[in-house]
């Protein structure tokens, strides 16, 4: 079997296309490569729908917890003490012992003219399950950086707003939140880089790989434990998180400029990525 | 564990939780929290002196070193660390039995690499298997602490190499007009005050080894994930207590051990920075919440 | 020639030195297939094949221990030696022996059932069934047509079951049945199919010598009914014996 044919065969392997059985011998270099990067769309696709939809919640859970009222902040404040209190790989385990008790045939509800009934099974698959769980959980942490960056809005720039007679959305929207966004990048960047990294522990943490439909590090893990050489499938798996991370980076340095281009260039600060141990 | 349990069939109520609760494999899973706090105390200081031999590297003007030091310092940038606690353990076994083995068994004719397979002397074992059972224990959480501290060694050596950045410079300069030495710059300068930057980065840096630590589950250590699935299955009759799918409990019980451990290593981080800034103007000392 | 016959006089007795040097014998299993092998709730190895291995050891003389391992690495794990023998309820198959050595049998070929819930008429040739990662039963189930689901441990499996997310799980029947039993009529055995052989233990094929001395307890035991008395124990009266 050429590596073509490996190709064709495994490419989209992680999403249920091509080849139904995996290699179970004689296994080539070949196969570890395309196999751990058919798995890498998982870790992307999870990455993804979380840090897009966990966005907009943090940004939500930032201006409660900053409100004045003891309802809607507390709220706030204790969702984020449980996901960041807490170790992401106990939190899989326990959303998915839970989705699992949901009743299979679905929760009936009832509202007024038509009863329809909410199908709960899908929750226990890693698509919906496991995204649920990352979506929670980046948006509780980037929610704690997004607050820090408001309480440091300068002051100044929301009475200009308040000046120009903004009413209160024109004053989020238009002064707020891109400061808000400026302040918060570099530690969102960072945030994001962590999400997608916390991303591989799916498939070890009770979500079972259908099918053996897995991400980069399940098919990593599947090659070490079969041919028993850690030393080919997990540098392989490291190349492509260190490509997928740069190109995240990439992603976010385009936001930076966006979110600085009402600066002339040179004055634009450069987004430099350095570690910042914020999770 | 108490009189009463000789019997398990016929308890009922409190005396069946009773006994149940204090069956030797619970006492077991209590004990485990014991290796995860083990585990911290181990991997703390492991990897901040790891961090710090790491940070000293990159900064160095022998260039091969200062380049070691960088990769080690970036790596976990790029990569995440779960593929580090799969990899390291049993790269690590591996490589160690493989180096026993050329020196130990020279006249060794197979190949060690069977396909799939890796086999060495049997003197080279690691441990040897004739070693008691508790040295297995043993040698697998000495690798699971390695990897830790590998991994949290090259986040320290981040945080360190940061913190030794913000020291102002003047203050280096200072010490060099003075006639110190650049090793005297740096022992008696620059690592003192050094700290104090670091304090924010490493109390962060805390709290994601606390987080890491379910990750032992995964490297075939025998911690609270272990025996929270273990005891949390279901039992059927052939077992003394038998119970059905309790590991949602199980786990909602580890929950909450984080969530205070949590709660008392920020309390603990805040006390010591508050400490720390003694005299010192910072960010922490002037406004009542530290950044 | 004089030299021939003192070598070989002194083979089987440094054999005997080396055997004597590391005399402890490593059982592995995998401590989560109740009744087959589980750990208790003293946190110990308990089950048939506690039973039957202790017995063995004694028998052969051999000074025995016993750590666990997860299925899914317990062959690799042995032949690399971090134990001596495999004592799992491991079906002996073909594509096994390729790897490793088995001996002889000490649990006739036993049948494997599908285990559902009650009422939902599972379709088992096009519908959804869980296995355990590595067994015969998920190699019987991928050749089957139906949707394999793998799972790590067999309490995953029944899980999987009973919270809907496969249709039926196919296990050993000795383990499925005791759940169906204690399920309060919850959850019933749909079909018997019988895969695979007997089950024995695995050893690494350079073993011989041990291999030797566990078959000859092995057979000792099924001649003189103790085997059969220990399998009527374990696995019930209508249990496949000997």
Known sequence: ?????????????????????????????????????????????????????????????????????????????????????????????????????????????????????????????????????????????????????????????VEAAEAYGFNRWQKFRHVVWPTLLRLAWPAYTNEAIFLFHATTLVFFSGFPAWRQQGDALYYASYFADKTFNPFLAYPIAAVYFIL????????????????????????????RFRLRLLR | MFSFCSDPDTLEGAAWWACYLTTRK?????????????????TAPAALTLGFGGAVASRSRFLPLAWLGKIYTSMVRGIPDVLFFLFVPL??????????????????????????????????????SSAPEWMHEIYGFLLAVVAFALVFGAFAANVLAGAMRAVPHGQLETAAAYGMSRAQVFWRILVPQMWVYALPGLSNLWQILVKATPLL?????????????????????????????????????????????????????????????????TIGSSSPTPA | MKRLILSLLSLPLLAGAALAQDDVVRMGTEGAYPPYNFINDNGEVDGFERHLGDELCERAELNCVWVTNEWDSIIPNLVSGNYDTII??????????????????????APSSYLAMAGMNPDLENGVIAAQAGTVQADFVADSGATLVEYATPEETVAAVRNGEVDAVLADKAFVEPVANESGGQMVLVEDVRIGGGIGMGLRSSNDELRGQFNEVIVEMKQDGSLNELLVQWFGDEADTW
Not at chain 1, 8 to 19: F, I, K, P, W
Not at chain 1, 251 to 266: D, K, N, T
Not at chain 2, 227 to 249: C, F, I, M, N, Q
Request: hydrophobic share 50%; with cysteine; charged share 20%.
């Open chain 1, 1 to 157: 079997m050429s590596c073509w044919d490996t190709f064709q065969a495994y490419a989209l392997r992680s999403l249920g296309v091509g080849e139904r059985i995996l290699p179970r011998d004689d296994f080539t270099v070949c196969q570890e490569v395309v196999l751990i990067g058919s798995g890498l769309l998982w870790n992307l696709y999870f990455a993804a729908v979380a840090l897009v939809l966990g966005f907009f919640l943090a940004t939500g859970l930032a201006l409660l917890r900053n409100s004045q009222r003891r309802v809607a902040r507390k709220p706030a404040e204790w969702f984020i003490f449980l996901f960041r209190g807490s170790p992401l790989f106990i939190q899989f385990f326990l959303a998915y012992e839970a989705f699992v008790l949901l009743p299979r045939a679905g929760i009936p509800l009832d509202l007024g003219v038509v009863e329809i009934t909410v199908q709960t099974g899908w929750l226990t698959r890693a698509w919906a399950g496991a995204t649920l769980v990352l979506f929670l959980n980046t948006a509780a942490y980037s929610a704690e950086i997004f607050y820090g960056a408001l309480r440091s809005v300068p002051q100044g720039e």
């Open chain 1, 244 to 271: 997928a991370t740069l190109a995240l980076l990439g992603l976010f340095r385009l936001g930076h400029l966006r979110l600085h281009r009402h600066l002339p260039a040179p004055a634009r600060p450069p987004l």
């Open chain 2, 26 to 42: 619970h006492l077991l899973f209590y004990s485990s929290f014991g290796t995860v706090l083990l585990l911290l105390v181990i």
């Open chain 2, 91 to 128: 790269a690590l076994d591996q490589g160690l039995e493989w180096i026993r083995h050329h020196l130990l068994c020279p006249e060794w004719a197979e190949p060690i690499r069977q396909d799939g397979n890796f086999v060495v002397c049997r003197e080279a074992k690691l441990p040897l």
């Open chain 2, 217 to 281: 589950f995964l490297l075939g250590v025998e911690d609270i994930v272990y025996w929270a699935r273990e005891l949390g299955g279901t039992k059927t009759s052939v077992y003394d207590y038998p119970h059905g799918d309790w590991r949602l409990y199980y786990f909602l019980v580890l929950l909450v051990f984080y969530l205070v451990l949590t709660k008392f290593s920020e309390m603990g981080f805040d006390r010591l920075t508050r400490r720390f800034s003694r005299g010192q103007k």
């Open chain 3, 88 to 109: 799992a309820g491991m079906s002996i198959t073909p594509a096994r022996e390729e790897v490793i050595d088995f001996t002889e049998a000490y649990i006739p070929p």
